[in-house]
């Protein structure tokens, strides 16, 4: 069953016009996350890959495309976990970096911290070299549209939340039953400046740890913080349950108990994965025995072959 990547693009409704860029989007991610692991490199590698490629397309909630606080700026926050060693590093409130993800990892693997925020987060990126971008470049037409509807009398950002394309994350099994999570977004619509969700938050945005298996969450990030869902899941499968049923009993406790939405993609050290969601849709792929898994709506599931490496 080894390997295997699963990348979702965010839970919520996607608009119909926007929904074959979404789709395309993961699929691509997890074929780019695939070679990795094709090659030789470790599940780390792997969901670090495809969160960059999913940073780097516009359609999706993070890096390029992320949507925009109050004041109209840029705030992004991103985690990643090895499964190996429990090891992670997060960023929180980053403003000019063109992928959050690669800078997380640069805080897991540089320094004895799990998470730097705002300015410390961009004070060690310039003394590691990592290039700053102009913020116009992180900001789409679509996400200024938004934010000024959002800023009109009666808007309520909350509850169109859930018409965002939502954070993007990934996760991995390597070749070793190595597991890795990463989780990159740009927050919640019309947030107030300086706001935080779960995405950094190891435990709640993504947990991974090869005694049981990794997860990366999507959905309302208050909820997700509140019932700590990524650990929750793991902890459903310490249990015994399978990913996708852990995966189930641990959305619907987020439902039943804070009224959450959301979804996750899951995997066990073995390559068993599941992509499952509460919210109308979540644009997920995983690839796995040089097949390629994907889908929008919940019982939707195509399969499309990739090539061999030659």
């Not at 839970?11 to 991610?29: D, F, L, Q």
């Not at 309520?156 to 994350?169: A, F, H, L």
Request: net charge negative; with cysteine; glycine share 12%.
């Amino acid at each position: 069953m080894l390997p295997v990547v699963v990348v979702h693009g965010g839970a919520g409704h996607i608009p119909k016009e926007r929904a074959e860029s979404s789709t395309s989007g993961v699929c691509s991610a997890a074929r780019a996350g695939y070679a990795v692991l094709q090659g030789g490199g470790s599940s780390m590698d792997a969901v670090v890959e495809a969160v960059t490629q999913l940073e780097n397309n516009p359609r999706f909630n993070a890096g390029c495309g992320s949507v925009l606080n109050v004041k109209g700026d840029v705030e992004m926050d991103a985690i990643v976990m090895d499964g190996k060693s429990l090891a992670s590093g997060a960023v929180s409130a980053v403003r000019n970096i063109a992928n959050p993800v690669q800078l997380a990892r640069l805080v897991m693997d540089k320094t004895s911290h799990a998470c730097l925020t705002a300015e410390g987060a961009s004070q060690f990126a310039r003394a590691l070299g990592v290039p700053e971008v102009n913020q116009d470049s992180l900001i789409t037409e679509y996400a200024r549209m938004r934010w000024r509807n959002n800023l009109q009398p009666g808007a309520n950002p909350v509850e169109s939340q859930m018409g965002k394309m939502g954070t993007v994350g990934a996760v991995a099994v390597d070749s070793e039953g190595n597991v890795a999570c990463a989780t990159s977004t740009g927050g919640m619509l019309n947030k107030m400046e300086g706001r935080v969700g779960d995405t950094p938050c190891i435990g709640s945005g993504g947990y991974a740890d090869n005694q049981s298996g990794a997860v990366s969450t999507t959905g309302h990030g208050e909820a997700i913080m509140k019932v700590t869902l990524a650990r929750l899941i793991l902890f459903h499968m310490e249990q015994g349950q399978s990913a996708e049923a852990a995966s189930d009993l641990g959305l619907a406790y987020m439902r039943s108990r804070v009224e959450g939405l959301g979804g996750v993609i899951t995997v066990d050290p073995q390559g068993q994965w599941a992509a499952r969601f509460s919210s109308a849709q979540m644009s997920w792929a995983a690839a796995q025995s040089h097949t390629l898994h994907y889908g929008l709506y919940t019982g939707e599931h195509f399969t499309q072959s990739i090539q061999e490496p030659h």
